[in-house]
């Protein structure tokens, strides 16, 4: 590093070293930001081994358009936005996609009554287990038809690792238009599991 110390520069100051031709700088933004950018990738993905590869070709992306970024937004943000176009890019399938599960859907905790928390107890039976799982089962095929647009945010949403402005930059829509996504294709899910018998009480 130059003048300035890596553990003490601001990502706007690596990205400034790293626009000069400080490959160190680079290298310490890559470490700050690699487990972020490896969550948004598993989010779109589904498989470690794919994120791997996403997140990999997201930084050398980045590097190669650092010239590009003014700080109009956060590093990371725009960081990860590359990520998930890159993710998405990359995305063969609906079901490698939805290989992150319900338990993933539940983490936002921003709604209450979610139909997972009500098959759940502190020691449930084997039929409240199997009753979960093939719960699990009708929502991950559900998630699956619902449309692109809700589909990826509330899989977004549903990974707890992205506040409402980096998903908003992420998606390439505003904030507002974000949370009308997660909390339509809430309202659509718990509306199709109904039709499986599944109480909305």
Request: hydrophobic residues 40%; proline residues 3%.
């Amino acid at each position: 590093m130059t003048a300035t110390q890596p553990q003490a520069a601001s990502d706007i100051d690596l990205v400034r070293l790293a626009q000069a031709g400080d490959a160190d700088a680079f290298g310490e933004l890559v470490e700050r930001n690699r487990r972020v950018v490896f969550r948004a990738a598993l989010a779109a993905v589904g498989t470690p081994a794919e994120a791997d590869d996403v997140a990999q070709e997201a930084f050398v992306a980045a590097y190669q358009k650092l010239h590009s970024f003014r700080g109009d937004a956060a590093f990371r943000t725009w960081l990860l936005a590359i990520t998930w176009r890159k993710a998405i890019d990359r995305r063969k399938s609906v079901t490698r996609w939805l290989k992150r599960t319900v338990t993933s859907f539940d983490a936002q905790g921003e709604e209450i009554g979610d139909p997972i928390d009500r098959l759940t107890s502190r020691d449930p039976s084997q039929e409240q287990t199997l009753s979960a799982a093939e719960l699990e089962r009708h929502v991950r095929r559900l998630i699956g038809t619902l449309p692109r647009k809700l589909r990826d945010a509330l899989l977004l949403a549903g990974s707890g690792d992205h506040s409402y402005e980096q998903m908003s930059a992420m998606l390439g829509i505003p904030v507002g238009t974000v949370k009308w996504r997660v909390s339509e294709a809430r309202r659509v899910l718990k509306q199709k599991l109904v039709t499986f018998g599944y109480s909305n009480d």
